[in-house]
């Protein structure tokens, strides 16, 4: 799908100079003389360099189509998690690299939705919120208000979040996985 130069948005995903690209920045300059462009930053999602492109306002580039599927995390191991297709029961591989520090938030038959580009698996988009068991905490000194309201905690998947004083070990909470921030109590 083309795009005029002005419709460029960040985050979108769009082909240019036989690369795909993601857009970090843009900045639409109308200067006092000569034609409106916009200022583009991308990072190239295949090669990870970056690249500050000007385009006329009257210029289009070609959006990257994405087709969407819903996957079930099945499990990992040092260098891949696993996910299967509940329809096909087909199963793909993806890098831990591609997914980052949301893949501690992945627990066995959690569905997560899937981009593909060419075939080839882009992104993996985690539920926005997923159900976790607090597996250390501190305790709630009384009186300890004036200066912050949370403290930390450790997941049972590993990831340390800060949580509210009245949240202790082996309670279950639901964090926010956009965010990695808790949002309340089960």
């Avoid at 006092?32 to 385009?55: I, P």
């Avoid at 994405?66 to 998690?81: A, G, P, Q, R, V």
């Avoid at 049972?156 to 956009?178: A, L």
Wanted: charged share 30%.
């Amino acid at each position: 799908m083309k795009l005029y130069a002005s419709e460029i948005r960040v985050g979108m995903l769009i082909e240019y100079k036989n690369d795909l690209w993601q857009v970090l920045k843009t900045q639409h300059v109308k200067p006092g003389k000569g034609g409106a462009f916009a200022q583009v930053e991308m990072k190239s999602v295949n090669k990870n360099t970056k690249l500050n492109e000007r385009f006329r306002s009257s210029e289009s580039v070609e959006k990257a189509s994405l087709d969407e599927t819903k996957f079930n995390y099945l499990y990992s191991d040092e260098i891949d998690y696993y996910f299967m297709d509940p329809k096909s029961y087909e199963q793909i591989n993806i890098k831990k690299e591609t997914i980052g520090e949301k893949g501690k938030m992945l627990t066995e038959n959690l569905e997560v939705s899937i981009s593909f580009y060419n075939e080839k698996p882009l992104t993996v988009e985690l539920p926005n919120q997923v159900t976790c068991t607090v597996d250390t905490t501190d305790v709630a000194l009384k009186g300890q208000t004036v200066s912050s309201s949370y403290k930390p905690a450790t997941l049972d998947n590993g990831v340390n979040i800060q949580v509210p004083p009245f949240i202790e070990s082996g309670d279950k909470i639901i964090v926010d996985t956009r965010t990695m921030e808790y949002v309340k109590k089960i």
